[in-house]
């Protein structure tokens, strides 16, 4: 089955660059997407289509593409961004649906 | 505002039946897929299930196929997932959420945006 492979966790200072990859073999012809969670809460869209930012998110998050990877970078990380993201994507026969990755656990120290 | 409120979720006996529903409202119900996606307890988000504004078109995740049975009516601005046959491995909070589908250089592309509070579903004995 396709995955998508990101590490289980990210740890960073408050003010520092957060960067969380997700790798799988059809990220350079599929979009990717990423989702933030905070235990109890649904997950929120934090990035669409590889690098696009919905409104209402802060301009600190971004993403990026770069072959079979993407990453989602979080500049000046603050305390509440502390919470669990997760990349989603679809696999190489592009139906309805999607795949999501494993979640990387952000702790801000 | 767009808000998804999911209800029908609870403790089930493995072979058992539920009825989950989901209330949209704030947006064009008909003019957007929707889906369900799942999250078992302490693990990772895992998508269920999908279809098309019209209803005319379902997917499934292999782990759910032939037991769940997505529908929507949208007069009544609500999306419904039937599971049947109900297992252990299926006990998770199962979100509804906004699909949006575009086309991509190999087929379609979706994302959910936003999702529901969740309804957890629990099958145990």
């Known amino acids: 089955s396709y995955e998508l492979t990101q590490p289980p966790s990210v740890s960073v200072s408050p003010g520092q660059t957060a960067r969380i990859t997700c790798s799988a073999d059809?990220?350079?012809?599929?979009?990717a997407y990423w989702y933030q969670q905070k235990p109890g809460q649904a997950p929120v869209l934090v990035i669409y289509k590889d690098s696009e930012r919905p409104s209402g998110i802060p301009e600190r998050f971004s993403g990026s593409s770069s072959g079979t990877t993407v990453t989602l970078t979080i500049s000046g990380v603050q305390a509440e961004d502390e919470a669990d993201y997760y990349c989603?994507?679809?696999?190489?026969?592009?139906?309805?649906?999607?795949?999501f990755g494993g979640g990387t656990k952000l702790t801000v120290l | 505002e767009v808000q998804l409120v999911e209800s029908g979720g609870g403790l089930v006996q493995p072979g058992g039946s539920l009825r989950l529903s989901c209330a949209a409202s704030?947006?064009?119900?008909?003019?957007?897929?929707m889906s369900w996606v799942r999250q078992a307890p302490g693990k990772g988000l895992e998508w269920v299930s999908a279809i098309s504004g019209s209803g005319g078109s379902t997917y499934y995740a292999d782990s759910v196929k032939g037991r769940f049975t997505i529908s929507r009516d949208n007069s009544k601005n609500t999306l419904y997932l039937q599971m049947n046959s109900l297992r252990a491995e299926d006990t998770a909070v199962y979100y509804c959420a906004k699909t949006k589908v575009v086309p991509a250089a190999l087929g379609w592309s979706n994302w959910f945006d936003p999702w529901g509070q969740g309804t957890l579903v629990t099958v145990s004995s």
């Open positions: 059809a990220l350079p012809k599929q979009y």
């Open positions: 989603q994507s679809a696999d190489s026969s592009g139906t309805y649906g999607g795949v």
């Open positions: 704030g947006f064009t119900f008909s003019s957007y897929a």
